[in-house]
């Protein structure tokens, strides 16, 4: 009677062991938006660098002022056969230019970040594949690198490495708590400085309620979301 006993107390205690070594899998948080779905957040960049074409990054530590940046999802669109999300984004102290996501609708992938001049009706684009994105230069619309968003669940946290062209890679690692709430965290390396891009997303936000940027540990920029 006391070997079963013993027993039982430890197959327990194995059982709670496992438990806690295998951590429940939850759904990573996502946003779910529809025409006319907006938010503001504040920006606040630090210091400046060089991106690809120069082959190095250099932080410069300069303080700018702090500004908002507003979001507006103007509806769908149809792009090379796909349906994707229009998101217009514009700084509140600029009125010469502006930006506009191409988000596909899927799977929330980030297709093209496009940029307009209006004074000279010019633009530039920037294609991306089915891969998170993390820029290689500071932008002037705050942290706008995009995971992506897993489709499956996640057991606590996961990593995953996103081969690029150019032979560069991002590495992904998805973080998810107990209510939801996902930590992004989007890493590459430039000649030897390394880029480190963090989001943390609340469960059915729009967007993330927090973001960073750091080269070699040193802050470059970070963001917030002052609402809607």
Same mark, same amino acid.
């Given at each position: 009677?006391?070997?079963?006993?013993?027993?039982?107390?430890?197959?327990?205690?194995?059982?709670?062991?496992?438990?806690?070594?295998?951590?429940?899998?939850?759904?990573?948080?996502?946003?779910?938006?529809?025409?006319?779905?907006?938010?503001?957040?504040?920006?606040? &960049?630090?210091?400046?660098?060089?991106?690809?074409?120069?082959?190095?990054?250099?932080?410069?530590?300069?303080?700018?002022?702090?500004?908002?940046?507003?979001?507006?999802?103007?509806?769908?669109?149809?792009?090379?056969?796909?349906?994707?999300?229009?998101?217009?984004?514009?700084?509140?102290?600029?009125?010469?230019?502006?930006?506009?996501?191409?988000?596909?609708?899927?799977?929330?992938?980030?297709?093209?970040?496009?940029?307009?001049?209006?004074?000279?009706?010019?633009?530039?684009?920037?294609?991306?594949?089915?891969? &998170?994105?993390?820029?290689?230069?500071?932008?002037?619309?705050?942290?706008?690198?995009?995971?992506?968003?897993?489709?499956?669940?996640?057991?606590?946290?996961?990593?995953?490495?996103?081969?690029?062209?150019?032979?560069?890679?991002?590495?992904?690692?998805?973080?998810?708590?107990?209510?939801?709430?996902?930590?992004?965290?989007?890493?590459?390396?430039?000649?030897?400085?390394?880029?480190?891009?963090?989001?943390?997303?609340?469960?059915?936000?729009?967007?993330?309620?927090?973001?960073?940027?750091?080269?070699?540990?040193?802050?470059?920029?970070?963001?917030?979301?002052?609402?809607?």
């Amino acid at each position: 009677m006391r070997r079963a006993a013993l027993a039982l107390g430890a197959l327990l205690a194995l059982g709670a062991l496992a438990a806690a070594e295998d951590p429940e899998s939850r759904d990573a948080a996502r946003p779910s938006w529809h025409k006319g779905s907006a938010w503001t957040v504040r920006i606040h &960049p630090i210091g400046t660098f060089v991106g690809a074409d120069s082959k190095r990054v250099e932080v410069t530590p300069v303080v700018s002022k702090t500004v908002n940046v507003r979001f507006l999802v103007e509806g769908l669109e149809t792009e090379d056969k796909v349906s994707c999300y229009r998101i217009h984004v514009a700084r509140e102290d600029r009125a010469d230019d502006d930006m506009i996501l191409v988000v596909r609708e899927q799977d929330l992938s980030l297709k093209r970040l496009i940029h307009r001049h209006k004074p000279s009706r010019t633009e530039t684009a920037v294609a991306n594949e089915r891969t &998170p994105y993390l820029s290689l230069e500071l932008g002037s619309f705050g942290p706008l690198d995009w995971p992506l968003f897993p489709r499956t669940p996640v057991a606590g946290s996961e990593t995953k490495t996103f081969e690029l062209a150019g032979e560069r890679s991002v590495k992904q690692t998805t973080s998810v708590e107990a209510d939801g709430t996902t930590t992004y965290v989007l890493e590459t390396t430039l000649g030897k400085k390394k880029i480190v891009s963090t989001m943390k997303w609340a469960k059915d936000a729009d967007f993330w309620s927090s973001a960073g940027r750091t080269v070699d540990g040193t802050e470059a920029e970070t963001g917030e979301l002052a609402g809607p």
